[in-house]
T-cell receptor
Framework: SQKIEQNSEALNIQEGKTATLTCNYTNYSPAYLQWYRQDPGRGPVFLLLIRENEKEKRKERLKVTFDTTLKQSLFHITASQPADSATYLCALRTGTASKLTFGTGTRLQVTL | GAVVSQHPSRVICKSGTSVKIECRSLDFQATTMFWYRQFPKQSLMLMATSNEGSKATYEQGVEKDKFLINHASLTLSTLTVTSAHPEDSSFYIC??????????????FGPGTRLLVL
């Protein structure tokens, strides 16, 4: 069966360190993988999209990698800040017309 | 980025009543909008895909007669929870896909509507 797993339910790191979140999938051939941030009681906010033919994408302090052989995406936040504390969701789409399917999310807590 | 709004942000209703939730794309046109439901500490589950001018496509296990979806224009979709029961209490989130240029693959989400059925 198809699965999207975000390995850690919660991740605690110290301010200034790099946070690395993992998204693994099985029985999918995603064309796009997206990362979202969700704060409590709010809708997800789009962060980054990476296509199947791209290995890495960056945006300011964020970096996403996509390894279709390992069936894994890594999401990095460098120089993390307490304001980065939130739940981060990965989501897959197999084609432009297909639906977006979400992982369970990782709750990141950045402490001083 | 594209902005999606939802109204109301939270609603409390009595069991048996119907509740309508509006989803609007504010600065772009969306031929397709999506409705999700999220229970506490769980991920988003797609309920239905709403296409402008045609009937919505519901996911398996979602009752189309209970969750009525109307997508009358390129900027507005509505979800009506009919005869709501306490088990319908959840966080309902809509999203829309911006069809412009290179962002076609990206879905933007509304802020969500917290529904509590007493």
């Amino acid at each position: 069966s198809q699965k999207i797993e975000q390995n850690s339910e919660a991740l605690n790191i110290q301010e200034g360190k790099t946070a690395t979140l993992t998204c693994n999938y099985t029985n999918y051939s995603p064309a796009y993988l997206q990362w979202y941030r969700q704060d409590p009681g709010r809708g997800p906010v789009f962060l980054l999209l990476i296509r199947e033919n791209e290995k890495e994408k960056r945006k300011e302090r964020l970096k996403v990698t996509f390894d279709t052989t390992l069936k894994q995406s890594l999401f990095h936040i460098t120089a993390s800040q307490p304001a980065d504390s939130a739940t981060y969701l990965c989501a897959l789409r197999t084609g432009t017309a297909s639906k977006l399917t979400f992982g369970t999310g990782t709750r990141l807590q950045v402490t001083l | 980025g594209a902005v999606v709004s939802q109204h109301p942000s939270r609603v409390i209703c009595k069991s048996g009543t119907s509740v309508k939730i509006e989803c609007r794309s504010l600065d772009f046109q969306a031929t397709t909008m999506f409705w999700y439901r999220q229970f506490p500490k769980q991920s988003l589950m797609l309920m239905a895909t709403s296409n402008e001018g045609s009937k919505a496509t519901y996911e398996q296990g979602v009752e189309k007669d209970k969750f009525l979806i109307n997508h009358a224009s390129l900027t507005l979709s509505t979800l009506t929870v009919t005869s709501a029961h306490p088990e319908d209490s959840s966080f309902y989130i809509c999203s829309a896909r911006d069809l412009r240029g290179q962002t076609q693959e990206t879905q933007y989400f509304g802020p969500g509507t917290r529904l509590l059925v007493l």
